[in-house]
């Protein structure tokens, strides 16, 4: 009877667990252009980095299964010292479930190009809120933060501003460290920048898009698509507010070049004024994508 107990008890504590963790992130490390770099080495830091994502607790809250966020990161590695120091860019991806469909919505996608780290063979990822421990540590936990903050924000207005908060605490203290991206200084499209746009109150308008654009549009457009093109003009409208020279920023550049196609594919499916409009507003807005709204002209 106490073996029954206790495998039952054991069953419950990995129900309780697998329910816990909120990323889902698929993991790609790949060194093309490195010769004499150790395959094995490239596999065991591939599934230390997944692990390490997946396995941390960053909320407070219990995910099940299907609400975890999708993910994906690819690393590629550009020099390796033959020691422990590698210079690197990631591609990190993200996207949201849409209601009632099995269609999965970019919300991310964004290439870190000073994504440096030493890492030394079979050294554990640890993790700190209030210590500087590794680059990469500070680089993963950073991006995890902004990923559940972006998909917070997709289903509650302004949702991700702990997360963010959260970022900027692991991003003030890996400022000490020396590593590029962490500082202001260190360019106009990096990891400081990123997290100072995503919580400057002159974006706001722009985070509350996100939410209008997937909670109130996307998330309804199997019911009625010519409704939800002509919200999506009103959400659009509402971002004209934003001072304009704002618009070449990190987060407005990032976040309309992930969304260009499918912005002008929900237009699309409007009538021909509302594609009209869309072209209009969105050419004011987003002057730099323009070529792919170019089909609501042609339509």
């Known amino acids: 009877m106490k073996k029954i107990f206790s495998l039952l008890f054991i069953l419950l504590l990995f129900c309780i667990t697998a329910h816990t963790q909120e990323l889902n992130f698929r993991v790609q490390v790949s060194a093309p252009k490195v010769p004499n770099i150790n395959k094995n080495n490239i596999d065991q830091l591939r599934t230390i980095i997944r692990d390490f994502l997946n396995n941390n607790k960053w909320t407070n809250e219990n995910y099940r299964p299907q609400e975890k966020i999708d993910c994906n990161l690819v690393i590629t590695i550009n020099s390796w010292d033959g020691g422990s120091s590698y210079t690197a860019d990631a591609q990190i991806q993200t996207?949201?479930?849409?209601?009632?469909?099995?269609?999965?919505?970019?919300?991310?996608?964004l290439?870190?190009?000073?994504?440096?780290f030493s890492y030394n063979d079979g050294?554990?990822?640890?993790?700190s809120d209030q210590n500087y421990l590794t680059n990469l540590s500070s680089l993963l936990?950073?991006?995890?933060?902004?990923?559940?903050?972006?998909?917070?924000d997709s289903f509650s207005k302004l949702g991700?501003?702990?997360?963010?908060?959260?970022?900027?605490?692991?991003?003030n203290i890996a400022q000490a460290s020396g590593n590029t991206g962490w500082k202001a200084f260190d360019g106009l499209r990096n990891r400081y920048w990123l997290n100072e746009n995503l919580l400057n109150k002159s974006y706001q308008e722009l985070r509350v898009f996100i939410y209008n654009y997937h909670t109130n549009t996307l998330d309804h457009m199997q019911e009625d698509p010519g409704k939800g093109a002509k919200l999506m003009l009103g959400?659009?409208?509402?971002?004209?507010?934003?001072?304009?020279q704002k618009l070449g920023s990190i987060f407005p550049n990032v976040y309309f070049a992930t969304k260009a196609e499918e912005t002008a594919n929900i237009l699309m499916l409007g009538s021909s004024q509302d594609k009209t409009d869309g072209y209009t507003l969105l050419s004011q807005i987003d002057p730099a994508n323009i070529n792919k709204y170019e089909v609501l002209k042609k339509n």
């Open 95 to 109: 996207s949201r479930p849409i209601f009632g469909t099995t269609y999965s919505s970019t919300l991310l996608n």
């Open 235 to 244: 959400y659009l409208s509402d971002l004209q507010q934003m001072d304009k």
């Open 160 to 171: 991700g501003t702990p997360y963010y908060l959260k970022a900027q605490n692991i991003l």
């Open 123 to 127: 050294q554990p990822i640890d993790f």
């Open 111 to 116: 290439n870190d190009k000073d994504f440096d």
């Open 141 to 152: 936990s950073y991006y995890a933060y902004t990923v559940i903050g972006l998909d917070k």
